[in-house]
């Protein structure tokens, strides 16, 4: 019997609700992801490497913010015995977040030439505002998990919800904006930012209830803290972090899964108007695509890491499967045939949406039994910062390409030449992207079963 009580400790409601949090994370990610560039460059008419800078800026702000935020806030504060370590700051996170996304899209109405520097302050402002508040709820919504689910059965049946109602966020951030959007006509984007605004409270308040942190934790956890050991400084820890090989090889793969799908995501407005020459509705086709693909193999890749109970291989078949599986997208330029291309990328997305979270538990356990430390927001923070990298990535692969094959900002169509960039950054450099943290992951990430297990054990012995 208490096997079964520390195997499995929270309802299905609890775990449900908690997984609601992604889903709103997904949802707002998506809208912001295949609308952001694309809105100052090809609608607005903003030079390209304006845009490139100014998104270079938001990614290195929120870089630099991620792993201060998790520091910052893996401290007691007077709040915590009666509210929580982490829920707290996940509400005061969250709201203005959500709000936030409206303002991206509603910048000054000047000249894109002549105010350009004007449009271009507010894209720094906006989106660094934006993202701001995302860190503040998405450092310590992350670190909650390896908290509050501890043994490898509740964490896969909580990945399991997670993953799956997260596919709702990416089913909505998928479609609403989509269908609210008429290319040429600025107003429609501003009416999508409203809409999804609500959608976005609606789903995080959804996320509350299975957000709050568990008494005995919060309590044990205050406990620790009146044994007067002293904190080390920021940079002390930020060091530590960072002489941790598991830890690095997970986040390596974890930013160029990032690059990808900020470079897929980003490019999908840009395929659905230049390449297939489709209204802004016709990406509702390729996003049920990969939608259909991640349902379907969502429960498989459930039942295969239960199977297997071996996160890395299963987290590397992943990779190699979204590599074949990218790779001839930039050849397709049929809607038909797109949409059947981002199935079977959706089935490789699947089984990295299941495992990076479960892989992110076992370093955090293994970082914990080398510390003696539960310090999950500055590990979360820092993951967050290479993330942020993921979005420089992007940017400038967008900016080069766009240069070198000379797309035109704002223009109704582009050459022939300009397509074939769009497509490059589309699948030709995601591929790249994952083929590059597959090897680093493979070659320097030592966590085997046995090695995780001994570790939950020596979690239970040590009371962290």
């Known amino acids: 019997m208490e096997k079964k009580e520390l195997e ?4 299905k409601k609890e775990m449900a609700s908690f997984g609601f949090g992604l889903a709103t994370m997904q949802f707002l990610r ?10 100052y460059e090809a609608e607005i008419g903003l030079n390209v490497w304006l845009v490139g800078l100014g998104f270079i800026i938001f990614a290195i702000w929120n870089a630099v913010n991620d792993p201060l935020v998790g520091y910052i806030t893996d401290k007691p504060f007077k709040f915590t015995k009666k509210w929580g370590r982490r829920f707290p700051w ?11 996304y409206f303002l991206v899209f509603t910048p000054p109405s000047v000249d894109p030439v002549s105010g350009a520097w004007i449009i271009f302050g507010w894209l720094v402002f906006s989106t660094c505002l934006f993202d701001t508040f995302n860190s503040i709820w998405w450092v310590n919504y992350y670190a909650l998990y390896p908290d509050k689910f501890r043994s490898n059965k509740e964490r896969r049946a909580v990945s399991g919800f997670m993953t799956s109602i997260g596919v709702i966020g990416v089913t909505l951030g998928g479609l609403v904006p989509p269908l609210l959007i008429t290319y040429g006509d600025l107003s429609t984007y501003v009416l ?10 609606i789903l995080l308040f959804l996320s509350a209830p299975g957000s709050r942190d568990d008494q005995v934790l919060v309590d044990r956890f205050l406990a620790k803290q009146e044994e007067g050991v002293e904190r080390e400084s920021f940079m002390d820890v930020l060091r530590m972090t960072l002489h941790q090989r598991a830890f690095l090889a997970y986040i ?4 160029f899964y990032q690059a990808v799908v900020y470079s897929i995501q980003g490019s999908l407005p840009y395929v659905v108007r230049f390449v297939l020459k489709m209204e802004a509705r016709g990406q509702l086709f390729l996003q049920i695509g990969f939608l259909i693909g991640a349902l379907v193999s969502i429960p498989i890749w459930v039942k295969v890491a239960r199977k297997v109970n071996n996160n890395k291989k ?6 190699v499967l979204m590599t074949v599986f990218t790779l001839p997208l930039a050849f397709l330029n049929n809607a038909t045939a ?3 291309g981002m199935i079977f990328w959706g089935i490789s997305l699947g089984g990295f949406w299941i495992i990076t979270i479960l892989c992110f538990a076992d370093v955090i356990d293994n970082a914990t039994v080398e510390t003696g430390k539960r310090e999950e927001g500055v590990y979360n923070g820092i993951r967050q910062f290479f993330a942020r990298l993921a979005i420089i990535m992007q940017a400038m692969s967008f900016a080069i390409i766009h240069t070198l094959t000379g797309f035109v900002e704002g223009a109704d169509t582009q050459s022939a030449q300009a397509v074939w960039g769009i497509q490059i950054h589309f699948a030709i450099i995601p591929a790249f992207f994952v083929v590059c943290g597959a090897l680093i992951f493979w070659k320097y990430y030592d966590l085997t079963p046995e090695k995780i297990e001994e570790n939950q054990r020596k979690l239970r012995e040590l009371n962290l």
């Open 90 to 100: 996940i509400m005061i996170g969250g709201v203005p977040w959500v709000i936030s």
């Open 30 to 39: 998506m809208a912001f992801t295949a609308f952001g560039f694309f809105y």
């Open 252 to 255: 390596a793969i974890y930013m």
């Open 192 to 201: 999508q930012a409203g809409v999804v605004v609500i959608v976005g409270l």
């Open 8 to 11: 499995i400790e929270h309802s």
């Open 314 to 319: 299963i987290l590397l078949i992943s990779a």
């Open 338 to 340: 797109l949409m059947i």
